[in-house]
């Protein structure tokens, strides 16, 4: 299809459904192109530390430089920037077989690595031996000084193994101390093993719900029986527990039988600030396997278009490069993560908005376009450079993160992961509003995705940032197609081998989508737009050490 045609049928359709026209400057076909490389089976799911990333670092730089950006990565002795921002990583991946059995009341059970139980290849030592350990049931596992909220009660769980439930205690009725059905970071996955560290705790087990997790087995299953990477710590024990797992609520729930208690129970109680610590007498955890764990140095991508007038001021596009690799294989045999929407789709738009802004004019502050590593492996690329950054965070003016731009058609809304508290969105909703397009709060705030994205880390160190989502309003279908539509992403797609490059994705919603994150960055390059937390926000205070950098 000639850009001309797609121009001219995409503007007859946008006039039916009374939704403005883009203007049109997103090369569709070169943005496809892009993805269909990165998500080919040459690039090995692309993961962090394999030839999968070799192969995509170098075919970004070749893009990047090809599109007129400059090399905006680490310094060079000579003076100069090196294209990509060196990430030291620590991978551990488990060698051999995952020995798994509970004891329950007198009888043995085995469990099998990737069914009834997925544990993550321990970031503590090259072996994690865990014979007869107790379990304790600690309910959300959240500690909560100044929502007066304590799940642990003093309990001790040194040499002790805890089940744990996903999401927070608001999740079941939508009302409580934790702002509704809007997950706080109480509620990830990440908090309750990061909890287990300060707990002293051998480890937290979360048991797994589908509706709570915001997504199915097969997720948790792909994530967290590969390869596991975190940055260098100088003591990774203060961030980790030796023992970090998933286990399915069937399995979760057989241990409380056994120890003559009730699940739903239990959970209910969970929701309530009076909750105590519950130990599940004759129950026992046994585990052991040996670790494979090596320091690699994997790559961020960075380019830049060197503003004009205000140079030392950046305005920052993200996206991550990286997914899942080679792994466990699926029903078909399969065995790449080819991550074609996850974020194959992200990182092709990132190079297609550096074409644009390269071919000028230039803007007046500078723009970074950052291709990180290592998001599906805990955001470890975008917490490296919000740890180590490049340029100064002070005088960063935002950061627009991409992460799964949608194939799904022309939508008359749009989002962002989480309804973030900051001018920022503010802009993004003006933007839209001048497309004919409207903004909607995220329509599944109980997942957390504010959490979940390369933006978060910039957030928590104070630099306004968001992650850009497309609607769910289709102009073919409504809200009914666009919500199905993400269902089934999520069940049959979502960190699956299944996720691959399709032919047929339509591509009116890459070129409107691209349009407003193009216009986004054009409106913050190009004025003196300093972006705000707003009050209330947790990362407004962090924010306002460094006003006086900003002018």
Request: glycine share 10%; charged share 25%; hydrophobic share 40%.
């Amino acid at each position: 299809m000639s850009k001309l045609f797609l121009s001219a049928a995409l503007s007859a359709l946008l006039a039916s459904a009374a939704v403005a026209a883009p203007a049109a400057v997103i090369d569709v076909p070169r943005v496809m192109n892009d993805i269909k490389v990165l998500s080919s089976d040459e690039f090995e799911g692309r993961g962090p530390a394999t030839a999968g990333e070799t192969k995509t670092v170098a075919y970004l730089i070749q893009q990047m430089q090809a599109a007129g950006l400059e090399p905006a990565g680490d310094k060079l002795p000579s003076g100069g920037r090196a294209w990509t921002q060196d990430v030291p990583l620590v991978r551990s991946a488990t060698k051999g077989p995952v020995n798994v059995s509970v004891n329950l009341a007198g009888q043995t059970k085995t469990w099998t690595q990737g069914e009834e139980i997925a544990i993550r290849a321990t970031l503590i030592g090259d072996r994690l031996t865990v014979k007869d350990a107790p379990v304790v049931f600690v309910g959300y596992g959240v500690k909560a000084p100044e929502r007066n909220w304590d799940d642990f009660k003093g309990v001790d769980l040194k040499g002790k193994v805890a089940l744990v439930l996903v999401n927070d205690p608001d999740f079941e009725g939508g009302e409580g101390d934790f702002g509704g059905k809007a997950m706080t970071y109480y509620g990830r996955w990440t908090y309750k093993f990061e909890e287990a560290a300060r707990q002293g705790a051998i480890g937290f087990l979360v048991i797994h719900e589908t509706a709570p997790a915001s997504y199915g087995w097969a997720t948790v299953k792909n994530s967290n029986t590969n390869e596991i990477f975190d940055v260098i710590r100088k003591d990774p024990s203060t961030d980790h527990a030796p023992l970090e797992g998933w286990v399915q609520k069937d399995s979760a729930a057989a241990m409380l039988t056994a120890a003559g208690l009730d699940f739903d129970t239990l959970k209910k109680q969970a929701r309530t600030r009076a909750f105590k610590p519950v130990e599940l007498k004759g129950v026992t955890f046994s585990t052991d396997y040996a670790v494979d764990a090596q320091k690699v140095v994997s790559k961020n991508v960075v380019g830049a278009v060197t503003g004009a007038k205000h140079p030392d001021e950046r305005v920052v596009y993200s996206a991550h490069w990286d997914h899942l690799g080679v792994g466990a294989p699926d029903a078909k045999g399969d065995k790449i993560y080819n991550g074609a929407l996850d974020n194959a789709s992200g990182t092709a738009m990132l190079v297609e908005l550096g074409r644009i802004f390269a071919k000028g004019p230039k803007p007046e502050r500078t723009v970074i376009f950052l291709a990180v590593t290592a998001e599906e492996k805990g955001l470890l690329g975008s917490e490296y450079y919000a740890s180590s950054p490049l340029y100064p965070l002070a005088t960063t003016v935002g950061v627009i993160n991409m992460d799964g731009v949608g194939p799904n058609g022309l939508a008359r809304d749009f989002t962002t992961s989480g309804d973030a508290p900051l001018t920022l969105q503010d802009e993004l909703v003006t933007v839209g509003k001048a497309h004919g397009r409207t903004y909607s709060p995220d329509p599944r705030p109980e997942a957390g995705s504010f959490f979940r994205s390369d933006h978060f880390p910039f957030a928590k160190v104070g630099v306004p940032a968001i992650s850009f989502g497309g609607g769910l309003d289709l102009v073919e279908g409504g809200k009914a197609a666009g919500q199905a539509k993400r269902v089934a992403y999520t069940a049959n797609q979502y960190h699956q081998p299944a996720d691959e490059f399709d032919p047929t994705w339509d591509p009116k919603g890459f070129e409107a989508d691209g349009t407003l994150l193009l216009e986004l960055g054009q409106r913050l390059a190009n004025s003196r737009i300093w972006p705000e937390w707003k009050v209330g926000a947790e990362f407004k205070a962090e924010r306002d050490k460094t006003k006086a950098a900003r002018k």
